[in-house]
């Protein structure tokens, strides 16, 4: 098993750009979720997803999208970027069970200048 | 609300020192409870867990007990190493949710 992957690796994005962050997890996996990690802090939850076809926001998700059209895929996506998405982006998954810890993927450090 | 309150870094300590790092959680039901570490330049993994209370997690060298009474599942290890030099977080899960502490990061120094 690959396990959780994320693409790209790196990225830098000029003010006003749009970008997708890919992430896939080959577990079948029910649950999947969007993070970021500003330098020196936890992480912060920007969105999350139960199931396919099931999206919900968390604690940051102002100026991002997602969509989950297959249990494997979560694309993150960036609208119009910000210098304030400057950030290092992790996707996780995990099973529902509450006894289940997540995954994480690699990450995928943005820089938007 | 949840939440996780970890003990506030950096942590320096020398080769084969004691290791605790601190970390107490809010809950309304009975969350299970994690250490996660993240090397530089990588992804979070999994270190140990616990289910339920008084369980024990292990591994690596490392363990932390789950204590209902206390709220706390303290990350503890007996004699730490170079390698162990990261950032770690304590973290709980109710229901779907996942609740991370803001990080401790550890350096050991030779």
Known sequence: ?113 | GDSVTQMEGPVTLSEEAFLTINCTYTATGYPSLFWYVQYPGEGLQLLLKATKADDKGSNKGFEATYRKETTSFHLEKGSVQVSDSAVYFCALRAGNQFYFGTGTSLTVIP
């Open chain 1, 1 to 113: 098993n690959a396990g959780v992957t994320q693409t790209p690796k790196f990225r830098i994005l000029k003010i006003g750009q749009s970008m997708t962050l890919q992430c896939a997890q080959d577990m079948n996996h029910n649950y999947m979720y969007w993070y970021r990690q500003d330098p020196g802090m936890g992480l912060k939850l920007i969105y999350y997803s139960v199931g396919a076809g099931i999206t919900d926001k968390g604690e940051v998700p102002n100026g991002y999208n997602v969509s989950r059209s297959t249990t494997e895929d979560f694309p993150l996506r960036l609208e119009l970027a910000a210098p304030s998405q400057t950030s290092v982006y992790f996707c996780a998954s995990s099973f529902y069970a509450s006894y289940n810890e997540q995954f994480f993927g690699p990450g995928t450090r943005l820089t938007v200048l």
